[in-house]
């Protein structure tokens, strides 16, 4: 079954929002016939427009160091903690 722009938006901000995977989106919704190949890539598409926007958002908003060095203290502080 084909996924309707609202599929597509709810299974984005689920996935967003509150970590849901293929898995969740099957048993949690089994009326809507998801398949997972389905469910899985447009996951993976969302994750990939997801990150993209985001660099790109960043390198228009800031200095690309400064960002660049705030992105590396998050990713030490996760690493540590």
């Known amino acids: 079954m084909p996924f309707t722009d609202y599929d597509k938006h709810f299974i984005k901000i689920?996935?967003?929002?509150?970590n849901y995977s293929?898995?969740?989106?099957i048993t949690k919704y089994p009326?809507?016939?998801w398949n997972r190949r389905g469910l899985c890539y447009?996951?993976?598409?969302?994750?990939e427009s997801y990150l993209r926007n985001?660099?790109?958002n960043c390198e228009s908003?800031?200095?690309t160091?400064?960002?660049?060095s705030l992105m590396?203290?998050?990713?030490?502080?996760?690493q540590i903690g």
């Open 14 to 18: 689920l996935h967003k929002e509150k």
């Open 42 to 47: 447009l996951i993976k598409k969302t994750d």
């Open 72 to 78: 590396n203290n998050d990713i030490d502080a996760q």
């Open 65 to 68: 160091a400064n960002c660049m």
């Open 31 to 33: 009326i809507k016939n």
């Open 54 to 56: 985001n660099f790109y």
């Open 61 to 63: 908003q800031c200095e």
């Open 22 to 25: 293929y898995r969740k989106f």
